[in-house]
């Protein structure tokens, strides 16, 4: 038991607990081996991902074309060089890549290149993930499945049988984003939805997504969003939402997840680096909350300033669930200043983090880098508690910290409303 007086003991505690409690990261882009080629991973990925690709565009001059007319050996080269070399990797992304390279146990100090590749050639990709997962301390992930994707569609249709290690999400953002290219792929799927959206048109769309919970066994179905999303107004997107992801939702008691303020190709000539940001309206995730109180919504938005409006949302509806620092914010600054206001505002009834990885080796830096942060705040408010005279016991710290990094997304992920 920690008492006053004791605070440097505490902190130390708290720093191991958290950094040795297995995580369940709620949201990768990240497969199980048999989805193939599908699952990344290696050196040459890790200094592809699309957070760096924008910065080696801002480095260069390099036009657009001839970095995408590059093989990826020689794009991940041009990074090495550029971002790595000719400057200090000191950017959240950069740091990354060396945090996660270090903790595989290879040599970051020597800066050869060509020595990391080597440590991932001919990796078996089933035990690679046991070694990543290890380093990382994270026990599982959950994945994004698009039915709508080409490339994913086979393995699931080829009879996946599921992974521990991977849970699966249903991805609709094409439904809800794109109807008339979803119901037209529905339709080759011998779904009989229409552009027209009649009652039997909706019925299908919910036959069709209640099916695909049912194959992936998804925790829970996810959309991302932009910044002008509103709820309720006289659209397809709010009729959808109504009228089939709730329902369908209620009736495999799962959560809906909304990945709000996503402004999709602000510069379409980056490609996936391309996206950028604007605030959005909290109301509509309030309304969406207070139609539908036996319906679960999980909830993250993209810009800072939401940030604060979507706690005090949190204290209003139990069944608004609020997770990870998205994109943007991933960053140490952010992850701090949003992980401390949502336990001052919302207590241990988070999840303060996911990693967002789309390359197997990121779960090691963002985890690593994340873990210290979330026990930097924690340790401080455990702190606070100590000099107020109220005592506070290792298993307390380990409950609150399983909580953190995977209960409460189990418990929210289960619960009946
Ligand atoms: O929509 C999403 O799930 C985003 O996280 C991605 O689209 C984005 O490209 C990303 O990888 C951000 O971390
Ligand atoms: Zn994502």
């Keep these: ?14 720093r191991r607990t958290v950094h040795e409690t297995p995580v369940t990261d709620l949201h990768t ?30 480095a260069t001059r390099m036009p657009y074309d001839q970095y995408w007319a590059l093989s990826k050996r020689e794009q991940a080269d041009l990074i090495w060089k550029t971002l790595f070399i000719e400057r200090s990797p000191i950017s959240e992304a950069c740091r990354g890549v060396i945090t996660s390279l270090d903790k595989l146990g290879l040599d970051v100090g020597s800066r050869n290149l060509d020595s990391y590749r080597d440590y991932f050639a001919d990796a078996d990709p089933d035990a690679h993930v046991n070694r990543v997962f290890a380093a ?14 080409e490339v994913e569609r086979p393995a699931w249709e080829n009879g996946y049988a599921g992974d521990k290690r991977f849970h699966a999400a249903l991805r609709i953002d094409p439904l809800l984003n794109n109807y008339v290219y979803a119901s037209e792929m529905l339709r080759g799927w011998g779904y009989n939805s229409t552009t027209h959206v009649d009652s039997s ?44 992801i709730v329902p369908v939702a209620a009736q495999h008691n799962i959560p809906f997840a909304l990945m709000i303020g996503v402004k999709r190709a602000v510069n379409p000539a980056l490609k996936l680096a391309g996206d950028g940001v604007a605030r959005a309206d909290v109301g509509a995730v309030e309304r969406l909350c207070a139609e539908f109180p036996k319906n ?15 706690c005090v ?8 669930f609020i997770f990870g620092c998205w994109w943007f914010l991933n960053n140490p600054s952010l992850i701090e200043e949003m992980t401390r206001m949502r336990l ?10 996911h990693s967002d990885a789309r390359v197997l080796e990121q779960v090691i830096y963002k985890w690593e880098h994340s873990r210290a ?41 289960q619960a009946v409303l």
């Design 313 to 320: 949302a949190g204290r209003k509806f139990p069944n608004l």
């Design 1 to 14: 038991m920690f008492q006053r007086g004791n605070e440097s003991a505490l902190r130390a505690a708290v």
């Design 373 to 413: 942060i979330i026990a930097k705040v924690l340790e401080e408010k455990y702190c606070d508690l100590l000099n107020t005279g109220w005592n506070v016991s290792d298993s307390e710290i380990a409950r609150d910290v399983e909580g953190l990094l995977g209960g409460n997304f189990w418990d929210f992920q």
């Design 296 to 310: 679960k919504f999980m909830v993250t938005m993209l810009a800072r300033e939401n940030q604060h409006e979507l």
């Design 201 to 244: 048109a909706l019925s299908e769309v919910r036959r069709f997504l209640s099916d695909r919970v049912k194959r992936m066994n998804a925790l829970y179905m996810a959309v991302s969003l932009p910044p002008d999303f509103a709820f309720p107004e006289d659209s397809l997107r709010a009729k959808l939402i109504a009228e089939c």
């Design 29 to 58: 882009h990240l497969y199980a081996p048999p989805f193939g080629a599908l699952l990344l991973y290696g050196v040459d990925e890790l200094l592809t991902y699309h957070y760096l690709i924008s910065e080696v565009f801002r």
């Design 344 to 353: 001052e505002l919302l207590g241990l009834s988070v999840t303060p983090q």
């Design 136 to 149: 990382a301390n994270v026990h599982d992930v959950v994945m994004t499945n698009d039915p709508f994707d």
